[in-house]
């Protein structure tokens, strides 16, 4: 089994025409198909049900595949981490966030990462909290920094800072910080909330807020976007939730309450795969001792 046999079952596997695979692969169609049949053999198992007409992949063959592309991923991390190490570079990191993490902690971080640890190149990607699990599980994000995760019991986490959550409103609602009394005041309104699918533990403590103050919110409108929530409030379209840190850097038309007496908390939470630990060991005994001044 070699690197060009798995290249070449990746390639067929998104294909699923052999013609089609050989031309992506500049090779001609019979070498392709001596590559999957050698392949076959060595493992013991067939990945392609082919006939005249279709190729599809066996139960067998979507697990191979599945595997296999974690591994050419993992092997294009080492062979630019070994790159980097000769030429005397730090390496490239790869981070995950969400929106409030940007606008309190991780320019913070980046900037200590830049001073402790010269050269390191940072690639950020914006991603909700299901994306970093899974992309951190499958090597694509090295750490992802999420609010109020639900973290796989196959990565690790630190709880870097609690904030305090804010309700925000239209500019001309009746409620202001001075006849606030408690939530149950919102108890008729209509709310903008997060999708559960993007993260449902982040979702369930939102709720959570307006179950204890006696109701069930009544979600009219549902975005991951905290610019576009707070556009919908400033529009009059509803009241949502943001965790302070998330208003750093902002000035829309909204009125802001911050909600100080109630239990639940917005925790700006890092995740990492401990796999990752060995390749960055600096990296990760900075992460994990730092905290917020």
Request: aromatic share 8%; charged share 25%.
């Amino acid at each position: 089994m070699n690197i060009q046999q798995l290249k070449s079952v990746v390639v067929l596997s998104e294909k699923l025409n052999f013609t089609r695979a050989a031309e992506e692969l500049n090779i001609v169609q019979p070498a392709l198909s001596r590559q999957i049949k050698q392949l076959e053999d060595q493992i013991g198992a067939v990945l392609f049900k082919r006939d005249k007409r279709n190729v599809k992949l066996t139960p067998a063959g979507q697990h191979f595949i599945k595997e296999v592309k974690k591994l050419l991923i993992q092997l294009e991390r080492i062979k630019k981490q070994t790159a980097n190490i000769h030429h005397g570079h730090a390496g490239e990191i790869s981070i995950g966030f969400t929106h409030s993490i940007m606008q309190t902690i991780l320019p913070e971080i980046l900037k200590t990462m830049n001073r402790q640890i010269p050269g390191i190149k940072a690639v950020l990607k914006e991603m909700n909290n299901r994306d970093q699990y899974l992309a951190l599980q499958q090597n694509e994000l090295d750490i992802g920094f999420a609010t109020n995760p639900l973290v796989p019991l196959n990565l690790k986490s630190k709880v870097l800072h609690i904030d305090n959550f804010v309700i925000l409103l239209p500019e001309d609602h009746a409620v202001d910080r001075h006849n606030y009394t408690d939530f149950s005041i919102f108890s008729n309104e209509e709310f903008i909330f997060p999708s559960v699918a993007d993260g449902p533990n982040y979702v369930r403590i939102l709720e959570s807020i307006c179950i204890d103050a006696g109701f069930t919110p009544k979600i009219i409108h549902e975005t991951d976007s905290a610019s576009t929530g707070f556009r919908l409030v400033e529009a009059g379209l509803g009241i949502s939730f943001e965790p302070v840190s998330s208003l750093h850097g902002h000035e829309f038309p909204i009125k802001i309450i911050e909600l100080k007496n109630i239990k639940q908390k917005a925790q700006l939470t890092m995740m990492w795969n401990p796999e990752r630990e060995i390749e960055y060991p600096l990296l990760f005994e900075l992460l994990k001792n730092w905290s917020v001044s």
